[in-house]
């Protein structure tokens, strides 16, 4: 027989019944086309490969009918068909995993003795953490100009671009030829009229050839990727430029260098405990690191923008477009904002951060990896 299965080797090893072979067979999805010895039919390599597409995208949850159409698809080889089908599952296994998140933060809310809604009790099966904030992200994430500037000039000639975790479309270049990745339903219904193509896809397995794009660019998403490196070594192979704004957890005492972090939500430690180096992502990309400094008037909000505006914490629109306030549960940032709060009302905060007042810019760990 050599490397040909019969039908009973592929149920047992595939974990289905020989009845659903057959009837792949009586249907044309998945036909055996080999004989053994006696003349029985059996799988060949090729048929053995074409029912693993099948039975992957049926765990999934597509129709035989659908499933007929993807595996027929004579642009879809076997590679691309186990890119689509990771891509899935990841965002499969980040469905599963908000959704223990939102029943732990539930759960965390009802042992302080606090009732969620209706709304929110229906919310747990939300898709994803940018389901949950981001339709807050319109009121106080926007493009910060000067941020902009230096992922801009970073691209250098680059006419083609893809924005990875793209979101609502901030700091796409506005005079090159962008196309957006952005896996979040409620992030892409947020794009405004006129901006970049958008695909449903995730880093870690974008849907494109080698080198399709002169560059690629993620802007504050790599944080949300379960896999950063695997998703910034798929930037490298599809672009021959990468562009990544992001965050550096790695220098000794980072935790210390924002006071919001040190004196009110050293939480934000346990968040980013497994977070890649700045070294392994920098090599993830073959690139180097520059320093970003924020702006002391910052107009994108994300969560170190308001250093020299502690008020602006206070504020719950604030909050709920920055990702760390869902991810460290209501206890931690119910304690961190009544200390705030009270350090502001008394003078404490002031007292305590009176070097920042005079400072225009401020290094809180963004960084600016370029490859």
């Known amino acids: 027989m050599g490397e040909h299965l019969t039908v009973g080797r592929v149920a047992e090893l595939a974990g289905v019944s020989v009845r659903t072979l057959h ?9 055996p086309s080999a004989r053994t010895g006696v003349g029985y039919r059996a799988y060949s390599p090729g048929d053995v490969e074409r029912l693993r597409e099948v039975l992957g995208y049926r765990r999934l949850g597509f129709g035989l009918r659908a499933i007929a159409d993807l595996v027929d698809d004579p642009d879809t080889d076997a590679v691309a068909h186990l ?7 990841v965002e499969q296994r980040d469905q599963a995993a908000a959704t223990v998140t939102a029943i732990d933060k539930e759960l965390e809310a009802r042992a302080m003795g606090i009732r969620t809604t209706p709304e929110d009790q229906l919310k747990v099966f939300g898709a994803q953490l940018y ?3 981001g339709s807050a992200y319109p009121a106080t994430r926007r493009t910060e100009p000067r941020i902009a500037a ?11 671009v893809l924005n990875v975790g793209a979101g609502t479309g901030s700091y796409e270049p506005p005079d090159r030829d962008v196309t957006a990745v952005e896996p979040s339903a409620v992030m892409r219904a947020q794009r405004p009229a006129g901006a970049a193509p958008c695909i449903a896809a995730s880093a870690e397995c974008l849907p494109f050839a080698d080198q399709s794009f002169d560059a690629a660019m993620a802007v504050s998403t790599v944080h949300h990727w ?3 490196v695997a998703g910034l070594r798929e930037m490298r192979r599809v672009a021959r430029r990468v562009v990544v704004f992001t965050y550096d957890a790695s220098t000794t005492g980072w935790l210390q260098r924002f006071w919001l972090t040190r004196d009110y939500l050293p939480e934000f430690a346990d968040l980013l405990a497994d ?7 920098t090599h993830a990309i073959g690139g180097r690191a520059e320093p970003v400094l924020i702006p002391w008037d910052c107009e994108d909000g994300f969560f170190e923008a ?11 629109r604030v909050r709920r477009a920055v990702s760390v306030w869902t991810r460290v549960g209501p206890q931690a940032e119910q304690r961190a904002v009544e200390g705030l709060r009270a350090d502001l009302s008394s003078g404490r905060w002031a007292e305590r951060n009176r070097d920042l007042v005079a400072l225009d810019a401020a290094e809180l760990g963004l960084r600016l990896l370029v490859a």
């Open 275 to 281: 977070w890649p180096s700045l070294a392994d992502l």
């Open 83 to 89: 890119r689509r089908l990771r891509g899935l599952l």
């Open 131 to 133: 389901e949950s904030i």
């Open 226 to 228: 379960p896999d950063p």
């Open 150 to 160: 230096r992922i801009w000039e970073a691209l250098g000639d680059a006419r083609t």
């Open 306 to 316: 308001h250093w020299r505006r502690p008020e602006d914490y206070l504020d719950e």
């Open 23 to 31: 009837h792949y067979h009586q249907i044309g999805l998945v036909q």
